[in-house]
Nanobody, 122 residues
């Protein structure tokens, strides 16, 4: 599975961004999709994940109520809608694919793509 995240940018606090992740290679609907982020000098942090069909989602407490993960299996795409952004959300954001649901460990995801940078100014 090849993954490519896009949609990052430089925004003011309170703004919104929508990240996209395109998948190719294997059957997209066979994978749970997750978003992670990594701020400078920190480990990868779990953000959100969505089940194979999209009927199940779970989030990090830090983004719950502000971020929404969704997927379109017909287009092999996963999205992360980010609202009410704060400077603490500044990081490189990565999408990843896993055969297992409930996983919050970046290192245990089966496939991981390059990140897209999100910078939020105060």
């Amino acid at each position: 599975v090849q993954l490519q995240a896009s949609g990052g940018g430089f925004v003011q606090a309170g703004a919104s961004l929508r990240l996209s992740c395109a998948s190719s290679g294997r059957t997209f609907s066979n994978y749970v999709m997750g978003w992670f982020r990594q701020a400078p000098g920190k480990e990868h942090e779990f953000v959100a994940a969505i089940s194979w069909t999209g009927d199940g989602t779970y989030y990090a407490d830090s983004v719950k109520g502000r971020f929404t993960i969704s997927r379109d299996n017909a287009k092999s795409m996963v999205y992360l809608q980010m609202n009410s952004l704060t400077p603490d959300d500044t990081a490189a954001y990565y999408c990843a694919a896993s055969e297992r649901y409930g996983n919050r460990d970046y290192g245990k995801y089966d496939y991981r793509g390059p990140g897209t940078q999100v910078t939020v100014s105060s």
